[in-house]
């Protein structure tokens, strides 16, 4: 019977997801937390060794453990069902504040003939993926005529300032990989269900600019010091030694009321 | 007359004494334009300024791009500290926006209290080029 392994995919997904519920802070491997669900996963990777790479792997990324995370996907790569694989393993970098590497997979997710468009297409947006959303749409909407239902105004505009700046994709997550970076080192993952809000900023004295902020559940300090450490690496590691042009992106204070990133 | 750091203390003051929304929105403005002042002090009084113009923008915009390309002969950590002081600068830029422009948003203490520690470190930043700018107007 495939009763005991449904089971077990289901009890560690679930405990995943009650562990991101519990605290957005980056766990460590060696906790007893985490080694309780790594001998569950190693349970169920004698029944379904791919949906045990991929539990590794989401525990990998909420251990902020980058090697663990592709070493996992690797391996899960290799075995059948690799649409899935890399659905669950983009939300896993996502949480690792991998979002580069997230924006590459993110691409091969938006093809609509892989049906995961509008299972995506938001948390793609606010992984930077702007452009990358926009021009995938109408082949989207004649696949899903349901898209045509929902209001792609707000992607709408932000495209309209990209292209005014020359913006891309690849630039904004330059940026926030540098914030993903930050959110390692601070041991935190970003809060609420998306891993950004995205605002197209009209101030009446200047151009039009498009505005990112990662929500973290932290304190005012904290905040302020990623914020502080972000102006620095994009003075040290962006081109130009600043934020591309059409573009700037901050840590902001979540609330405790949203909604924080599922597994 | 007043200076970068008068802004400043009005922002402390204010976020002191401040009862909700619209007192926020008065913090985050005088922050902003102590760090503004102060970046534009710091820009005027470099040796050799950036010739970036951008077309179509206010000073707000010029400023930060000025600060984001200075001009290529000047000291290695002049150099730094300007692109520094811009990368600070278009991060709270956005939050004065929000709250002298975007009333229906709902403005937060913390988004005031972030504004008034970046401008702080603008301030120090600024500060920390004095020695620096003196020594190469002597040169």
Same mark, same amino acid.
């Given at each position: 019977?495939?009763?005991?392994?449904?089971?077990?995919?289901?009890?560690?997904?679930?405990?995943?997801?009650?562990?991101? @519920?519990?605290?957005?802070?980056?766990?460590?491997?060696?906790?007893?937390?985490?080694?309780?669900? $790594?001998?569950?996963? &190693?349970?169920?990777?004698?029944?379904?060794?791919?949906?045990?790479?991929? #539990?590794?792997?989401?525990?990998?990324?909420?251990?902020?453990?980058?090697?663990?995370?592709?070493?996992?996907?690797?391996?899960?790569?290799?075995?059948?069902? $690799?649409?899935?694989?890399?659905?669950?393993?983009?939300?896993?970098?996502?949480?690792?504040?991998?979002?580069?590497?997230?924006?590459?997979?993110? @691409?091969?997710?938006?093809?609509?003939?892989?049906?995961?468009?509008?299972?995506?297409?938001?948390?793609?947006?606010?992984?930077?993926?702007?452009?990358?959303?926009?021009?995938?749409?109408?082949?989207?909407?004649?696949?899903?005529? &349901?898209? !045509?239902?929902?209001?792609? @105004?707000? $992607? &709408?505009?932000?495209?309209?300032?990209?292209?005014?700046?020359?913006?891309?994709?690849?630039?904004?997550?330059?940026?926030?990989?540098?914030?993903?970076?930050?959110?390692?080192?601070? !041991?935190?993952?970003?809060?609420?269900?998306?891993? !950004?809000?995205?605002?197209?900023?009209?101030?009446?004295?200047?151009?039009?600019?498009?505005?990112?902020?990662?929500?973290?559940?932290? !304190? $005012?300090?904290?905040?302020?010091?990623?914020? #502080?450490?972000?102006?620095?690496?994009?003075?040290?590691?962006?081109?130009?030694?600043?934020?591309?042009?059409?573009?700037?992106?901050?840590?902001?204070?979540?609330?405790?009321?949203?909604?924080?990133?599922?597994? | 007359?007043? /200076?970068?750091? =008068?802004?400043?203390?009005?922002?402390?003051?204010?976020?002191?004494?401040?009862?909700? =929304?619209?007192?926020?929105?008065?913090?985050?403005?005088?922050?902003?334009?102590?760090?503004?002042? /102060? /970046?534009?002090?710091?820009?005027?009084?470099?040796?050799?300024?950036?010739? +970036?113009?951008?077309?179509?923008?206010?000073?707000?915009?010029?400023?930060?791009?000025?600060?984001?390309?200075? =001009?290529?002969?000047?000291?290695?950590?002049?150099? +730094?500290?300007?692109? =520094?002081?811009?990368?600070?600068?278009?991060?709270?830029?956005?939050l004065r926006e929000l709250a002298d422009y975007e009333l229906k948003e709902t403005i937060r203490v913390d988004q005031a209290e972030e504004a008034i520690r970046t401008a702080k470190d603008v301030l120090a930043e600024c500060n920390k080029a004095r020695p620096k700018l003196k020594a190469s107007q002597s040169k």
């Amino acid at each position: 019977m495939i009763k005991v392994p449904q089971t077990l995919s289901a009890e560690t997904a679930g405990a995943l997801n009650a562990l991101i @519920s519990e605290s957005d802070r980056f766990r460590d491997w060696n906790s007893a937390e985490i080694q309780t669900l $790594v001998r569950a996963v &190693e349970k169920l990777q004698k029944v379904d060794a791919r949906e045990a790479f991929v #539990r590794f792997g989401a525990l990998a990324a909420i251990c902020g453990d980058v090697d663990g995370v592709f070493e996992y996907y690797k391996k899960a790569l290799l075995l059948p069902d $690799v649409l899935e694989t890399k659905h669950e393993f983009w939300t896993s970098l996502l949480n690792a504040g991998l979002y580069g590497k997230a924006q590459e997979i993110g @691409s091969w997710l938006l093809d609509a003939k892989r049906g995961f468009f509008q299972k995506v297409w938001q948390q793609a947006v606010a992984a930077g993926q702007v452009l990358e959303v926009w021009n995938r749409l109408s082949d989207a909407k004649r696949t899903y005529p &349901e898209l !045509s239902e929902l209001d792609f @105004s707000s $992607v &709408e505009n932000a495209v309209a300032v990209m292209r005014a700046h020359g913006l891309t994709d690849s630039d904004i997550g330059s940026v926030l990989d540098l914030m993903g970076e930050i959110q390692r080192a601070h !041991s935190i993952m970003f809060s609420g269900v998306f891993v !950004s809000i995205l605002r197209v900023m009209r101030p009446p004295e200047d151009p039009p600019y498009i505005y990112f902020t990662i929500q973290l559940d932290a !304190s $005012v300090d904290e905040i302020h010091a990623l914020n #502080r450490e972000l102006a620095r690496l994009v003075v040290e590691r962006l081109p130009e030694g600043s934020y591309p042009q059409g573009m700037v992106a901050s840590f902001a204070k979540a609330y405790p009321v949203e909604l924080r990133a599922a597994a | 007359m007043a /200076a970068p750091e =008068d802004f400043f203390s009005q922002a402390i003051k204010q976020l002191a004494s401040a009862a909700g =929304d619209l007192d926020y929105r008065l913090v985050i403005g005088r922050a902003y334009y102590a760090a503004y002042h /102060a /970046a534009n002090q710091f820009e005027e009084r470099l040796p050799r300024r950036s010739q +970036v113009i951008v077309q179509n923008a206010g000073a707000h915009e010029n400023l930060l791009q000025r600060l984001e390309r200075p =001009d290529g002969r000047l000291d290695y950590g002049l150099k +730094v500290i300007s692109k =520094d002081i811009a990368a600070q600068l278009r991060m709270l830029k956005p939050l004065r926006e929000l709250a002298d422009y975007e009333l229906k948003e709902t403005i937060r203490v913390d988004q005031a209290e972030e504004a008034i520690r970046t401008a702080k470190d603008v301030l120090a930043e600024c500060n920390k080029a004095r020695p620096k700018l003196k020594a190469s107007q002597s040169k």
